[in-house]
């Protein structure tokens, strides 16, 4: 049933793709051939087919894998279900990065999955970092229009030399276009892809408040149809190795039809609870590579007016006063 259920929700993203993005005839090579553990021991564990992974956090540990090749460009993509429940503190992860390469200069795109109390939803937050660019947060968060404990969904990094986009399901939730004036924040070095599941109680949830209560472990989250489509790069050379398929695959795929954006404007509408590009709290100044949408800083001075509308935060007088955390209560990352 369990594989059905990944197969119907798969095949319904191809069926309903337009120009541009697409995952229809992309390899999908088993974990074997493309994968290595990172951590986690038992934890991981790869089904039969050779190409479903199931990731678990117990006390124990975390766990997680890594790509075996770096790549320069590409779009990366899985199927996953998150653990169901009380998932506070959880954090489940699907990001490049070459932290291990480059420590004090890494780049990263992230897909970050954050747990909830019972009763509250899981959370999206997506990041950037370039050229170690850590002390400059490009956050954004947002919630779903569905559960994603309940079956599996798609999330998809597009990575190009001057887009990055985020997809959930065939939809563009963001975009991220490179400009003369973000310099080296744009990450522009070979990365690794890495999936995680890991204990991140001191800031996941309401900024440490809610952490993970193991009464309710193990916490499962299940990887399937892990497509690497882009251009691996040679460990000795340094080069990247792009057959024309790929580049071309690339070049399509980084512009977002009239359709696709509509459907990106509406989910951010909708959806969107977080953007560094609104924080009046933390810049004075938008960064340069921030588009703002009118729509949108309306929405969110309404949601949260301190962080968005630059409206001093009152205090009692006698009360203590809590320093603020960055972002919508939790630490930075």
């Known amino acids: 049933m369990e594989t059905l259920s990944r197969f119907l929700v798969f095949m319904s993203l191809l069926s309903g793709l337009v120009s541009g993005f697409t995952l229809q005839n992309l390899p999908i090579t088993s974990f074997e051939e493309s994968y290595t553990q990172l951590f ?3 934890n991981l564990f790869v089904h039969k087919d050779g190409k479903s992974v199931r990731l678990t956090l117990d006390e124990r540990t975390g766990s997680g894998f890594v790509s075996n090749d770096l790549y320069l460009h590409g779009l990366f993509s899985a199927s996953i279900k998150l653990p169901s429940d009380y998932s506070a503190g959880v954090v489940v992860a699907f990001y490049m990065s070459n932290g291990d390469t480059y420590e004090k200069n890494h780049d990263e795109i992230d897909f970050e999955f954050l747990g909830n109390i019972r009763g509250r939803e899981w959370r999206i937050q997506t990041n950037i970092y370039g050229n170690g660019s850590t002390h400059l947060g490009r956050e954004e968060r947002c919630n779903l229009w569905f559960d994603p404990t309940e079956d599996y969904h798609q999330y998809s990094i597009l990575w190009s030399d001057s887009h990055i986009i985020f997809y959930v ?16 924040d744009f990450p522009s070095k070979p990365m690794s892809l890495y999936t995680t599941i890991w204990d991140g109680s001191k800031w996941a949830t309401n900024g440490g408040k809610y952490g993970v209560n193991y009464k309710y472990a193990p916490y499962i989250a299940r990887f399937s149809y892990l497509v690497l489509h882009g251009c691996p790069v040679d460990p000795i050379e340094q080069f990247p190795k792009c057959d024309e398929g790929a580049t071309e695959y690339i070049r399509a795929a980084q512009e977002i039809s009239p359709s696709q954006r509509a459907k ?8 969107m609870t977080y953007s560094y590009c609104y924080d009046r709290t933390r810049y004075k100044v938008s960064l340069p590579e921030c588009v703002v949408n009118p729509a949108e800083a309306q929405r969110l001075r309404v949601y949260d007016p301190v962080t ?13 006063r809590s320093k603020r955390s960055r972002i919508d209560g939790s630490e930075s990352i």
């Open 308 to 320: 968005f509308g630059g409206i001093p935060r009152r205090h009692r007088s006698g009360k203590h």
């Open 40 to 42: 986690g021991d038992k």
């Open 264 to 271: 990106m404007e509406v989910f951010r509408l909708k959806h």
């Open 169 to 184: 399901d065939n939809v563009p939730i963001r975009e991220v276009k490179r400009t003369s004036s973000m310099g080296g």
